[in-house]
């Protein structure tokens, strides 16, 4: 079985398209959720590497995780400037990566 939930699009990079395709698929005789990259580009369309999957059985699980993140969780905070160079003698300081 396969049913196809939706598609994000993910961007464009060098003429290639990425969407983000969402699907309920059978895998090994296992149903499960596949969040998966699909490209379309002059040299290759298809699915790519890049993805997940998620087991019926943790299904539950990955739906409470999800539901938990609010709308407020999700808003965009302002981006603080580091400076480019420290105070005289200091290294700059750096962001952490997320």
Known sequence: MEKDIGKIE???FQGAVTDII???DDFA???GLTIREFVTSDRYTG???SGVRIMAA???KFKEMINSVTEEDMKEEAKKEVPKEGL???KPKE???Y
């Open 22 to 24: 969402l699907r309920i």
């Open 58 to 60: 943790d299904f539950p």
């Open 88 to 90: 005289e003698g200091e």
């Open 95 to 97: 962001l952490p990566d």
């Open 10 to 12: 993910k961007g464009e």
């Open 29 to 31: 005789d296992k149903r």
């Open 47 to 49: 699915f790519t590497k």
